[in-house]
């Protein structure tokens, strides 16, 4: 089955800087989806991106499918951004994996 | 307006009683997974369900079953809970064709003493 990997496994940033994380999986995907969990636990969805780019505000998202990769990019970040950042992927059919996750600490 | 939602939100148990879980859904969406969150673990799939009455298995499910009698609703149960069920439990709703995009609930904490 598809294997998901996530690096680094711990940012820490100052308040203002930019951040990219990266999603690494092992098979072909027709679903790859950004979520942050927030320090009460929420799981939040931040993008769903089988392919191409997208943007939302300070955040985008780049899934090169062909290349089996996915980055996320966080600009200007915010104490607000602190969280643990999953990617998961799934192939049709199959069920969502998930990687182990970016842990990003946003210090002001 | 979550769309997904899950109860009790907190519940403190004792070894070997039963525990439902229930997960609830507006959207109409045909797939519906519980997981469970553990440090050092991530997340992990416990059952999921493609349908009314189809459901399976994912990695963990020993010591798990779930019922799906409606689309909106989901149940997880532990028949006899153990020490090393204490986690929090996410349930997680997914539509057609795909599955497409998932969207979690709010998770659940259980504590089993």
């Known amino acids: 089955g598809i294997q998901v990997e996530q690096s680094p496994p711990d940012l820490i940033l100052q308040e203002g800087a930019n951040s990219t994380l990266r999603c690494n999986f092992s098979d072909s995907v027709n679903n790859l989806q950004w979520f942050h969990q927030n320090p009460w636990g929420q799981l939040i969805n931040l993008f769903y991106i089988p392919s191409g780019t997208k943007q939302n505000g300070r955040l985008s998202a780049t899934t090169v499918a062909t290349e089996r990769y996915s980055l996320l990019y966080i600009s200007s970040s915010q104490t607000t951004d602190s969280g643990v950042y999953f990617c998961?992927?799934?192939?049709?059919?199959?069920?969502?994996?998930f990687g182990p996750g970016t842990r990003l600490s946003v210090l002001p | 307006d979550a769309g997904i939602t899950q109860s009790p939100r907190h519940k403190v148990t004792e070894t070997g009683t039963p525990v439902t879980l229930r997960c609830h859904q507006t959207?109409?969406?045909?797939?519906m997974y519980w997981y469970r969150q553990d440090p050092g673990h991530g997340l992990r799939l416990i059952h999921y369900s493609y349908g009314v009455k189809d459901t399976d298995k994912g990695e963990v499910s020993d010591g798990y079953s779930v019922s799906r009698s409606k689309t909106e609703d989901f149940l997880l149960t532990l028949e006899s809970a153990t020490s090393s069920q204490t986690s929090v439990y996410f349930c997680a709703m997914a539509g057609s064709p795909g599955p497409g995009e998932l969207f979690f609930g709010e998770g659940s904490r259980l504590t089993v003493l």
């Open positions: 998961a992927a799934s192939y049709y059919g199959q069920n969502f994996v």
């Open positions: 959207e109409n969406h045909r797939y």
